[in-house]
């Protein structure tokens, strides 16, 4: 075989492997070159009402009397404290009461 036939028998193999991939190529194109002639054609937006500060208005500022929580700390650079000897001493002797 050729390497021209083999490029079209891939071309085809996918085409038919993913029908929807040349839909949505092309809608999305067409999506897009309508979006860039809308900005393209259509006014600039005016701005918002309000854009500019207006002296009659006071801004609006939120207080509260209140704290939050104190903020907490993991120091996570700290080795591990060794376990108490209890703790190992009861853990050493379930296991040597299992083994019986």
Excluded: C
């Amino acid at each position: 075989m050729s390497r021209q036939s083999l490029i079209r028998r891939a071309g085809r193999a996918s085409e038919s492997v993913f029908p929807l991939r040349g839909y949505v190529l092309s809608v999305g194109a067409t999506l897009l070159g309508l979006l860039w002639m809308a900005g393209a054609l259509l006014p600039a937006p005016s701005p918002g009402h309000f854009a500019e500060p207006d002296p009659a208005r006071p801004s609006i500022r939120i207080q509260s009397a209140m704290k939050g929580p104190e903020r907490v700390v993991i120091d996570t650079n700290q080795p591990l404290p060794a376990p108490p000897d209890k703790a190992i001493v009861v853990a050493h002797s379930a296991a040597a009461g299992s083994a019986n």
